[in-house]
């Protein structure tokens, strides 16, 4: 399903799935790859907790995007969580599971 034949609700939350999964997923492959090779204490733990949370089984990974885009939602005083709630859990899931394809997890 192409961007263009999203309603807005769905658009919303494509939006929102875009920028968790980019802060926690793409952050922590930052982190991973910014410490490789480092050898001080605090880089070797910081890539370490990104080895460990990038690991975790791909419906652990979905089960946290998901939590943290409901998190968000609840958050926001600008009327998102009405569109999370519209675009529904199944469509919000379907799409952090392209992603998480997509990503190779």
């Keep these: 399903m192409k961007i263009s034949e999203l309603n807005e609700h769905q658009k919303v939350a494509y939006q929102l799935m875009d920028e968790v999964t980019s802060e926690y997923i793409g952050g922590y492959e930052n982190q991973l790859s910014d410490?490789?090779?480092?050898?001080?204490?605090?880089?070797?733990?910081?890539?370490?907790?990104?080895?460990?949370?990038?690991?975790?089984?791909?419906?652990?990974?979905?089960?946290?995007?998901?939590?943290?885009?409901?998190?968000?939602?609840?958050l926001d005083r600008g009327g998102i969580d009405k569109h999370i709630r519209f675009a529904g859990k199944e469509f919000i899931m379907e799409r952090i599971e392209k992603r998480l394809q997509k990503w190779g997890y």
Excluded: S
């Excluded at 070797?44 to 949370?53: D, G, V």
């Design 35 to 74: 410490t490789e090779g480092w050898d001080d204490e605090y880089n070797i733990k910081m890539h370490n907790e990104a080895k460990e949370f990038l690991e975790q089984p791909h419906e652990e990974l979905k089960k946290f995007v998901y939590g943290c885009i409901m998190d968000k939602a609840d």
